[in-house]
């Protein structure tokens, strides 16, 4: 195995030795290609270049105690990337080709998945571009699809401890009936602006309202937000964020524990009720939230210094889920 300072990983690039690729020409997608080179050449009339059209998804494998690699709902992650491709006109990727390019892509970077007591993971990027040329707004003919893989740590520095959030009312993420909704590129260009802002005065991330009343809870940077009243688990409805696979699992998790889920609309105001926050992703997990500041408003809400017992029961299943220490009663993950 390839030796690293697994505990102190932070979230960001690495080499590893191969990428797995597939490209769609005439027609048709090819068969999968392993290479061992970062760079990729295209034309400089590509589509994801000039109109952004390009996809990604995120996803992690963990090594067990028992020495096996587990994959976590990765035929979720290949049916969402079907839809983003077809929200923005690509060419969607099929889904058996995902998964074989996601075995495969893990397979041969075997040396890098992290060992079991470092808590970090294997974090999967597959990404699908626009490579024809187009100078007229229109879908590209041609495509690539690739997966590389990379060893990581937590996303938030703070990992599993609270961290703040901030709400701006200047700046908004995804219009409602915008692209929110799926994982392109062109939404987190939009939300670097005050993801930077958000950093620079000391915040992990932005709680984004929604864009057209700004009242209720929307987006939370790079994951989606959840709170925690009573034994209730809530979590917004919204035209313009990502339907997390995290969230899914965990409002599982959280029916399997007994508690009532709510999805719906949640006013900015009900922060000051809940008892728990926290925002959830792939790269995120769940970070939980201390603090969160409407800038603009000068309010604050303020949920403790440490993470809530209900987040930790939450957090605790999901790692043991995925790190094969805990039943997978679902069936989300695939031994690789
Ligand atoms: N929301 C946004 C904008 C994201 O980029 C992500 C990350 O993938 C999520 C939510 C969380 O989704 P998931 O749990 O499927 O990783
Ligand atoms: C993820 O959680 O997988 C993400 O894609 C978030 C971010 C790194 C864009």
């Known amino acids: 195995m390839e030796t690293k300072d697994w505990k102190n990983l932070g979230f960001g690039y690495s080499k590893t030795d191969y990428n797995v690729r597939c490209y769609f020409k005439d027609g048709k ?3 999968l290609e392993t290479h061992s080179s ?12 000039h109109y ?7 996803m992690k494998a963990f090594r067990g105690k028992d020495g096996k690699i587990r994959v976590f709902r990765m035929k979720d992650n290949a049916k969402r990337m079907a839809e983003s491709a077809e929200g923005i006109r690509m060419q969607p990727i099929p889904e058996d080709v995902f998964c074989n390019a996601v075995r495969e ?7 890098f998945v992290p060992p079991f007591d470092s808590g970090a993971s294997l974090y999967i990027r597959p990404l699908l571009i626009g490579t024809g040329p187009q100078v007229g707004v229109k879908p590209a003919d041609e495509y690539l699809f690739i997966v590389f893989v990379m060893p990581v740590g937590p996303y938030f520095k703070e990992g599993f401890k609270p961290t703040d959030l901030a709400i701006y009312r200047e700046y908004d993420r995804a219009a409602p009936h915008g692209t929110g909704k799926f994982k392109v590129g062109g939404n987190y260009a939009a939300s670097m602006a005050a993801g930077e802002r958000a950093h620079e005065e000391g915040f992990s991330a932005v709680l984004y309202l ?20 009573g034994n209730k688990y809530i979590t917004p409805r919204s035209t313009s964020i990502l339907e997390s696979i995290t969230n899914k699992s965990l409002r599982q998790i959280a029916t399997d524990l007994g508690m009532e889920v709510e999805v719906r609309p949640i006013l900015e105001d009900e922060l000051s009720n809940f008892d728990e926050v926290g925002a959830c992703g792939t790269a995120a997990v769940i970070s939980p939230i201390k603090r969160v500041v409407d800038v603009e408003e000068n309010k604050e809400y303020n949920y403790g210094d440490e993470p809530g017992k209900v987040s930790t029961k939450l957090y605790e299943t999901l790692r043991g889920i995925q790190y094969g220490t805990m039943e997978d009663k679902h069936n989300w993950v695939e031994v690789i």
Do not use: S
């Not at 952004?52 to 995120?58: R, T």
């Open 105 to 111: 892509a893990v397979k041969l970077n075997e040396r």
């Open 210 to 229: 929604d864009a057209k009343e700004k009242k209720y809870i929307d987006e939370c940077g790079p994951a989606n937000f959840f709170a925690i009243q």
């Open 38 to 49: 970062e760079a990729i050449t295209m034309h400089m009339g590509a589509t994801c270049l």
């Open 29 to 31: 997608w090819g068969k």
């Open 52 to 58: 952004g059209q390009e996809c990604f998804e995120g």
